[in-house]
């Protein structure tokens, strides 16, 4: 038949390479960190091991960090959690470099997340680190001297940035800071605090908003432990009092805040992909057909592999329904391409053949209509699709075959080897000619049979490794033996499925749908 070239699918900038990678958590965009880096660069003081100030230092076994009330906030000592020392081991994180699967939750692989400290572009174990850097949003001057030794996993000065309000704190909010400490006093711009509508916690929502990838640590007053709890119910990862910072503890909580906005974000993003992939599932397993058969003595059996990657649905379609004068219609056909676009299409086609068919049309009524409707619904004038219906008669014994581009059926009967039935009469495939006719051919199929109907995803797989194809002659050889072996219904679909696959030499690249429909006495 004459086979126009089909429009080619857009390829999704994340399949051809162009795409920009997903950003590390902790970190904005890289559009976002061209703009700001320049200032981040006049700002960003590398802090070294220095002697803290006489007092700067408190034992965190001193109350430094107090439970919060009503149990509404895990704290990193009293709950008892694996918060990573300062000696290099870090909590659920692999720091191996970039080439490793990412950062998760325990016993989750998640890819393409990068752990603090990787270098983008990394591999192998000995790649090379990035020290943690910390964005301080503090109007106080004199809370600065507490963070001259700050050591990260690894035992290297944490980096920090300081900033007197949130204008200044955008400007250095580029994407290698990785956590953001905050105190949750400092106004809004442009609001004052009736302004806010009297929220305590304007300034963290806005942070928040602002950087919605970042740990954030709240800085509260001594002794507010109900304020800083509700800030952790915002979406603070910990929070803190300003006047009772101890440099160990302050080093632990921005590395448990860090690792524990990598593990959120993680299990979020795992969460979505799954319930987005249930629903996937769900909905295209809703679109394959189920075969309205009740009170024919006919025995159904289908078989349906999508080319498409992770898909369940492609562009081959098929549908079988028994008509109220006993009749069974069965249906196959074949939309060209494999992407979803073209599932959409098979799919309203397939609903269209069985309103039309429980409407009464067959034949080159039928044909004409699904045409006019293919016609209406594609979105290029080169999309067209192939079709195959049988209609049974009710004593099982013949029946009327219409082809439009389609392969022909195979027949098997226990007296005969198994062929191919006519196919001379083939009519062009729906959409190409306007106005085109499919005649319908009468066909003996004898007092018990099976008729099998399929895509051409079944006969266009390879052999080996040349360029030879199966064909419609290899695929015949093929049943036959198989029904020599005893094969039928299901078994011999799946047999017959798994065979092409495995003389492809791998995964086919086209759709695959089968149809098995057998007479027995």
């Known amino acids: 038949m004459p086979v126009p070239v089909p429009r080619q699918r857009a390829i999704p900038a994340v399949e051809s390479g ?16 061209g703009r700001r880096g320049e200032q981040a660069c006049r ?19 001193d109350g430094a960090h107090p439970r919060p009330q009503d149990g509404a906030h895990r704290n990193t000592r009293d709950e008892g959690l694996d918060v990573p020392p300062a000696d290099g081991v870090r909590q659920g994180a692999s720091t191996a470099g970039a080439g490793s699967t990412g950062v998760s939750a325990p016993g989750v692989a998640v890819a393409g997340l990068t752990a603090p400290g990787t270098a983008a572009g990394a591999s192998g174990a000995g790649a090379a680190h990035t020290p943690l850097t910390l964005l301080l949003i503090e109007d106080d001057p004199t809370a600065a001297p507490i963070f ?7 035992g290297r000065p944490i980096r920090v940035r300081t ?5 200044e704190a955008e400007r250095l909010l580029t994407d290698d800071v990785h956590c953001i400490l905050l105190d949750i006093a400092l106004p809004v711009p442009g609001r004052t605090s009736a302004a806010a509508g009297g929220d305590e916690l304007a300034v963290l929502r806005h942070v928040l908003r602002l950087a919605p990838r970042h740990a954030v640590l709240a800085l509260t007053a001594s002794g507010d432990a109900e304020r800083g709890a509700e800030a952790v119910r915002v979406g603070a990862q910990d929070y803190l009092f300003k006047d009772e910072l101890d440099g160990r503890l302050l080093s632990r909580a921005i590395r448990y805040a860090v690792e524990r906005k990598r593990s959120d974000t993680a299990e979020r993003r795992l969460a979505e992909g799954k319930l987005r992939a249930q629903e996937n599932a769900r909905l295209e397993r809703g679109l394959l057909p189920t075969p309205l058969l009740e009170g024919s003595p006919l025995r159904f059996a289908a078989r349906y592999r999508p080319g498409r990657s992770r898909a369940l649905l492609g562009g081959d379609f098929y549908d079988t329904v028994r008509t109220p004068d006993g009749t069974v219609h069965a249906m196959i056909g074949d939309v060209c391409g494999h992407g979803p676009d073209e599932a959409a299409l098979g799919v309203e086609l397939r609903i269209a053949w069985r309103a039309l068919t429980l409407a009464g049309l067959c034949g080159d009524q039928l044909l004409n209509t699904l045409q006019q409707v293919l016609e209406h619904e594609r979105d290029d004038d080169e999309i067209f699709a192939t079709l195959c219906t049988v209609d049974i008669a009710p004593d099982g014994r013949r029946a009327g075959l219409c082809l439009a581009g389609h392969p022909a059926p195979l027949i098997a009967r226990p007296d005969r080897p198994a062929r191919l039935l006519p196919y001379e009469n083939n009519g062009p495939a729906l959409g190409l000619l306007p106005g085109a006719r499919w005649p319908r051919m009468q066909v003996e199929l004898g007092a018990e049979w099976s008729l099998m109907l399929y895509t051409d995803g079944l006969i266009e797989g390879r052999i080996g490794e040349g360029r030879e194809r199966l064909g419609q002659d290899g695929m015949v050889q093929m049943i036959r033996r198989q029904l020599a072996e005893g094969l039928t219904g299901e078994a011999l679909l799946r047999a017959a499925v798994s065979e092409v696959r495995e003389l492809n030499g791998g995964e086919l690249t086209d759709d695959v ?3 098995l429909l057998d007479r027995v006495p």
């Open 43 to 61: 700002n960003e003081t590398t802090v070294a091991n220095d002697a803290v100030p006489s007092g700067a230092h408190h034992d965190a076994r």
């Open 148 to 154: 001259r030794d700050l050591p990260d996993s690894d």
């Open 163 to 167: 900033a007197r309000n949130l204008t």
């Open 18 to 33: 162009q795409a920009q990678a997903v950003p590390a958590v902790g970190g904005p965009s890289e559009e976002e960190a």
């Open 513 to 515: 749908a089968v149809v």
